[in-house]
């Protein structure tokens, strides 16, 4: 299993808000390791979505926002559009590990 | 404009070695980190190795330590991954990533390249 626990899928009808937690430990989140998030659209490479907590890269809307507290993270997803149907993994550091570590991915699907 | 370009995948018997690449253009290649990061089919992304932009200081995966090593050539912009004692677990779409950030993050992906182990 993930050193990082996401639930394995949400769902929304377009135009709800949605929200996908990352649960981690001591020795990631809990640590101050930033978390990132990626979106995995089917069949393509994963896309950064959020990084360091809470920024978006150029070109992600400001319907995607994020935040990070204690030992777990969130992402949420505003206005679900069609186009939002994807995989989303957070990521983060761990330092009893000594690598980088994912969460297991959080199927989103638009009803 | 940043690309990253894995080849060298294929099918591989158990037990069997394989060498992957990652040619990398339009940033200076030494100046960043990078990884590799694997997704069996039907399943998430794992970790597996990564490298300062200097070559120095490689580490990994639990999963793969021992049997995997990561290297970089920066004359060539160039990543490599050499994977020994293949197991048919290893079968993944294997990517490589650039990292950025002091708590590094994968800013830039490549398309993957799919490593199948099998008899």
């Known amino acids: 299993q993930s050193v990082l626990t996401q639930p394995p899928s949400v769902s929304g009808a377009p135009g709800q808000r949605v929200t996908i937690s990352c649960t981690g430990s001591r020795s990631n989140i809990g640590a101050g390791y930033d978390v990132h998030w990626y979106q995995q659209l089917p069949e393509t490479a994963p896309k950064l979505l959020i990084y360091?907590?809470?920024n978006r890269p150029s070109g992600v809307p400001d319907r995607f926002s994020a935040s990070r507290s204690g030992t777990s993270a969130s992402l949420a997803i505003s206005g679900l559009q069609a186009e939002d149907e994807a995989d989303y993994y957070c990521q983060s550091y761990d330092s009893s590990l000594n690598g980088y570590v994912f969460g297991a991915g959080t199927q989103v699907t638009v009803l | 404009e940043v690309q990253l370009l894995e080849s060298g995948g294929g099918l591989v018997q158990p037990g069997g070695s394989l060498r992957l690449s990652c040619a990398a253009s339009?940033?200076?290649?030494?100046?960043?980190?990078m990884s590799w990061v694997r997704q069996a089919p039907g399943k998430g992304l794992e970790w597996v190795s990564g490298i300062t932009g200097s070559g120095g200081s490689p580490y990994y995966a639990e999963s793969v330590k021992g049997r995997f090593t990561i290297s970089r050539d920066n004359s060539k912009n160039t990543l490599f991954l050499q994977m020994n004692s293949l197991r048919a677990e290893d079968t993944a779409i294997y990517y490589c990533a650039r990292v950025s950030g002091g708590n590094s993050y994968h800013t830039y992906w490549g398309q993957g390249d799919l490593v199948t182990v099998s008899s």
């Open positions: 360091a907590n809470t």
């Open positions: 339009g940033f200076i290649f030494s100046s960043y980190a």
